[in-house]
């Protein structure tokens, strides 16, 4: 039961993880289309922007 407890924890870490990698690093690297790279490199630096935000305080 305790690891059970312990694996959705870092199941739900790792389902973030993919989700933000295939929908916002994917596109801003591979997509043909200049405007969604931009869109998605946008985004990108705004979440990583956060994160090291959150991570100073």
């Given at each position: 039961m305790?690891?059970?407890a312990v694996?959705?924890?870092?199941?739900?870490?790792v389902?973030v993880?993919?989700?933000l990698?295939?929908?916002?690093?994917?596109?801003a690297?591979?997509?043909?289309?200049?405007?969604?790279r931009?869109?998605?490199?946008?985004?990108l630096t705004?979440l990583?922007?956060?994160?090291?935000r959150?991570?100073?305080?």
């Amino acid at each position: 039961m305790l690891l059970q407890a312990v694996q959705l924890p870092v199941l739900l870490v790792v389902l973030v993880f993919l989700a933000l990698y295939v929908g916002v690093v994917l596109p801003a690297i591979w997509s043909g289309r200049p405007a969604r790279r931009t869109a998605a490199l946008r985004v990108l630096t705004q979440l990583l922007g956060a994160l090291c935000r959150w991570r100073k305080q």
